[in-house]
């Protein structure tokens, strides 16, 4: 049963400059929740995605916006990068369905590191 | 008031020993909670759900008390391995799927 996958692992950017990241969820789940996590801090959560649609968003501005696609895979796309920006970006799944659940299943990130 | 609130610790106790983590969140209408484990540098792993009438997984023993709004988390007779920070996740209001986190505890199991 392959559980959340997220690729890259790292990468290094540069100020100003555009970023996608990519995840898959854990078989079976339908719904794919993006956190950005500084070091020392609790995960801040982004958005998100249920039906290819975003649900929820958090007190992220517009340079962070995302996609969902038929095979509930997700891309997190940041624009204009900050230094700010540099953590660990997290890719949560879990199974919404017609019910609620929101138990969440984490990938092992991607670490963004911004120059 | 924070939307979830944990003691950041660090704790630090000897193996064998019995600790407890106390999360409290602010919105009443709350109605499910986790506790996560994250050891440095890696993602959360969901260690348990906390029922209304509590559960118990092996050394772990997980409480919700709504009047008071607070969350426990209870391990007995702890390992090295279980050092690590743990950290609260409720949910908004109602439907509302957003999970907010706490900042996390930290644990340190000493030999």
């Known amino acids: 049963d392959a559980g959340v996958t997220q690729s890259p692992t790292h990468l290094i950017k540069t100020r100003g400059q555009q970023v996608t990241l990519r995840c898959s969820p854990k078989s079976g789940h339908d719904t794919v929740s993006w956190y950005q996590q500084a070091l020392g801090q609790g995960p801040q959560f982004i958005f998100q995605y249920y039906e290819e649609e975003e649900r929820q968003r958090g007190n992220f501005p517009d340079r962070f916006s995302g996609h969902q696609f038929p095979n509930y895979s997700s891309e997190l796309n940041v624009n204009a990068l900050l230094l700010g920006d540099s953590a660990l970006y997290l890719c949560?799944?879990?199974?919404?369905?017609?019910?609620?659940?929101?138990?969440?299943?984490f990938g092992p990130g991607t670490r963004l590191t911004v120059t | 008031r924070k939307e979830v609130e944990q003691d950041p610790g660090p704790f630090n106790v000897p193996e064998g020993a019995t600790v407890a983590f106390n999360c409290t969140y602010s919105?009443?209408?709350?109605?499910?909670f986790f506790w996560y484990r994250q050891d440095c540098r890696k993602e959360p792993k969901l260690l348990m759900s906390?029922?209304?009438?509590?559960n118990e997984d092996g050394r772990f023993t997980a409480q919700l008390n709504r009047a008071s709004q607070y969350i426990s988390l209870l391990i007995r007779d702890s390992k090295l391995s279980d050092s690590a920070t743990y950290l609260c996740?409720?949910?908004?209001?109602?439907?509302?799927?957003?999970?907010?986190w706490g900042l996390g505890t930290s644990l340190a199991v000493n030999p």
């Open positions: 949560a799944s879990s199974l919404v369905g017609g019910g609620i659940s929101y138990e969440q299943y």
């Open positions: 919105n009443s209408a709350s109605q499910s």
């Open positions: 906390v029922y209304s009438s509590g």
């Open positions: 996740v409720v949910n908004g209001a109602g439907n509302n799927r957003k999970l907010i």
